[in-house]
């Protein structure tokens, strides 16, 4: 959707009725718009229009025959009948040939009372069918862990091919054979799990019979009721309803009408949510260690306890770890926490693991560190440039808007050592060595220097510094950049010609940019070339960081941060300090806390004594597991609030059980600073409390005012009135959509692109870069380069995507990928087992070869406990944002004898 | 196999609209459409293979099944019928070894039926690799499949 088109407005009339609808839209839009009933089968919304199911014919004067209403555009003056008795007769003729082959045990059938047969049965009135029954008698597909596929209900009306094809971009199934013998089914007839499907579950959602059920909860019966929430896993911030009945979660279904996911989910949040939420390991009283052993205690002896072992800490003795997956109330509490009761800025959260660089970056270049435009612009660029960013595993919902916009003719490069999904769809693929990013980003500006491809009215006009850039540039020589990045000098040229020349265009990028020694200038490599080319701004541009959390914008924003208060307000500004000491009735620091990298080192040299970490499991998430698990078993006391008694809780003094999202009322901020509520769909498991609840308690037990809160929309008042961005943000507005800071006050709309004429920062900003590699590079003893990434199938540490039987069938264990070449050279076979070794310590895993790996370059999951890729990891800090380097360490890998 | 099968997608300069083509050509060249020739062109031609199949089952011409290198086509129409199509068919089927729809062990033939050739005039008529052979008699079977090799 780009902003300011203007769509005419036509008239026709239909059954008598002076109807108005947008040019372009089809007749049975125009009718539906009118609330004028058509009936349909294989139309959908989403899909292109078909015209298969022939329901929807109507009568248009003019026109010969009976043209279909699904796939005819409605024009000025059009004169339409869609209800004549002569229709009606056709119509039923053509429901009883489909309704032949279709069983009618309705009573019995799991999709009764939602099934669509049944609505046009009901509208069309049918009255007998005249046709023999015909009985397909085809077994039911049981082939994979999610859904069952029962063709023997199907009406082959290709929804969900379609939508697998057209929207999903997949195309694992598709027609087989024909007439009599058609089928809906894979290539050569394969399991799905053998076939190219994602388990995305579209087509699950998008059938309008039986034929395609979850399998949880096929038979369990009609939900009581539908709860609109956000997805908890990664940063789109998908709208999903929870439907439930009891006290339970039965399936998860999307919400169409949204413009962040548009009714499609990735397998995570369609499959991967009921049972993580139920599972029978979550935490439902808090624990507290005795002897040595964590043991069941009360909530009032845990907070007690709690209160009385972090009071003689006040100050710089102690540290929060906040969540991304916690809600903005909860982070806003925990700083609020942090700085007012604990007296400290010790306040930090995974974001430092992540994003840390585009936060320091991005704010250095334009002013505003996260995303500038929205995720449903992508689909309007002309070119899309991808770097870093294993978009359809870490982010599959965005990848959608990719792949769409490929299809539509943009152009699309791929910047990534590894051979991810979307290299398919990609004009260009630059296979660029691990942490050579700055110079291919230079060597592209260089090129579109040299041939006056900039826009250079832009630059002038709107961005300072230019000419210590450019300096800083004339270092890139193809020659250089080629040799550094091992990427040929055409596809170099080609690509900065491609994205200077086709607008506008878009760059997206995740962790393979900021996860380095030198993230934060691989950050300012990306703004500059979106300032070279006035690629900011406007609609469908712009630089793009991929947030990972569900939350992780929201959690930055709150000022879970060791320098900020809630929306970037420094906390070493003297009149913000002021303004959070007279509303919080307190005295304040000024000075900046530790990151939470620092916080570990502090840990182990014992300059920490306490810590509370809310809803993370940096023993698995951080760099050098033993070094963490190390820190964390020297402080004095550890109290951890989680769903699971995860590996860092297990270190604990106390844990205390938190309710999962569907159990809590909040706000989460996506990738693209919309601000979207959570909604309570059933009540705490056991005796777990919300996380919010949980710090309110802790804080007054430890005496403090000013966290007496009834509900998280009072906490967001609260936020409201300190934070100048979130300022016009409330719930009652949060009940239609969700809104994009920057949003003022409360007439505001949201900002769906940051700066629009003008940088926050004023001028955007370039920074001149030199090149610098990664911290370890291989050597003789450490011969390869690992870097790690996501699966689309687990998160994170597995939390909670590992208690999920079905996304564990799917990818049971981590893999080291490994290029033919060099497991040829090791001896090494696919499906063996090696030892991976770094200078930090070693794993097991199960080697895989593939051509994916570029030779020298090796790929680990972090998501398996049991072949922990961050044992090997390097802590090397970068200077400025002092994220590690999580993208490029040197290993071994060893023949287990 | 992967030689002759690109070079056949270059030949159409892997046009996705020549997808039936590609696929006749690569049947000649086989005689039926291997399974690793349909992922080939799934791979190069960035078509998913479900898409590819699809295609390759919807037109009665190509065949997933090995085929042999003789392709005999025989016809049942009416006028043939009643002239004893029926039984130059058993005929074949019992010299070959093969009933109709199959494949000879060695390769050499596929035997097929089809409901009219419209050449009544020749019947009973047979096909064999697009030649027709008319006013067919059990008798006239054996040599004539002698002669292929």
Partial sequence: MIVGEQTKIITLTIDGQQVEAKEGATVLEAAREAGIYIPTLCYHPSLTPYGACRLCIVEIESMRGFPTACTTPATEGMVIKTNTPQLQELRRNIFELILAEHPKQCLTCAKNLRCELQEVAARIGVEEISLPPIHKDLPVHQDNPFFERDYNLCILCGRCVRVCQEVRGIGAIAFTYRGSQALVGTAFDKSLQDSECQFCGACVDICPTGAIMERSSKWLGLPERSVRTTCPYCGVGCQLNLEVSGGRILQVSPVWENSVNEGQLCVKGRFGITEFVHHPHRLTTPLIRKKGELVEGTWEEALNIVAEKLTPYKGEHFAFMASAKCTNEENYLAQKFTRKVMQTNNIDHCARLCHSPTVAGLATSFGSGAMTNSINEIGGAACIFVIGSNTSSGHPVIALQIKRAARNGAKLIIANPLEIDLCRYADIWLRHMPGSDVALLMGMMKVILDENLADLRFVTECCDNFDAFRESVEDFDLDFVGKTTGVPREDIARAARLYATHKPAVILYAMGITQHSHGTDNVLATANLAMLTGNIGKPSTGVNPLRGQNNVQGACDMGALPNVYTGYQRVDNPDIQKKFEVDWRCSLSPKPGLTLTEMLDAAHNKHLAAMYIMGENPVLSDPDINHTREALSRLEFLVVQDMFLTETAQLADVVLPAASFAEKDGTFTNTERRVQRVRKAIEPLGESKPDWWIICQIAKKLGAQGFDFEHPSEVMEEIARLTPSYGGINYKRLEECGLQWPCPTEDHPGTPILHVGKFVRGLGRFTPLQYTPPAELPDGEYPLILTTGRSLYHYHTGTMTRKVAGLNILEPEGTVDISPADAASLKIDDGERVKVTSRRGEVIAKAKVTEKSPPGVVFMTFHFAESAANILTSPELDPIAKIPELKVCAVRIDKIK | ?149
């Fill in chain 2, 1 to 149: 196999m992967s030689d002759k099968v690109s070079a056949i997608i270059e030949k159409y300069n892997a046009d996705r609209g020549q997808l039936v083509s590609i696929l006749q050509d690569i049947q000649d060249e086989y005689y039926y459409l291997p399974k690793e020739a349909l992922i080939k062109i799934s791979e190069t031609m960035s078509i998913p293979l479900s898409q590819v199949y699809n295609v390759a089952t919807f037109f009665k011409a190509f065949s997933l099944k090995p085929r042999g290198k003789h392709f005999i086509n025989v016809c049942l129409g009416t006028a043939c019928h009643v002239r004893g199509a029926v039984r130059v068919l058993e005929k074949i089927e019992r010299s070959l070894g093969i009933r109709r729809g199959e494949t000879t062990e060695d390769r050499r033939f596929t035997l097929e039926t089809v409901n009219c050739m419209g050449a009544c005039a020749l019947g009973p008529v047979i096909r064999i690799d697009g030649e027709y052979y008319g006013q067919m008699g059990t008798e006239k079977v054996e040599p004539l499949l002698d002669s292929f090799e």
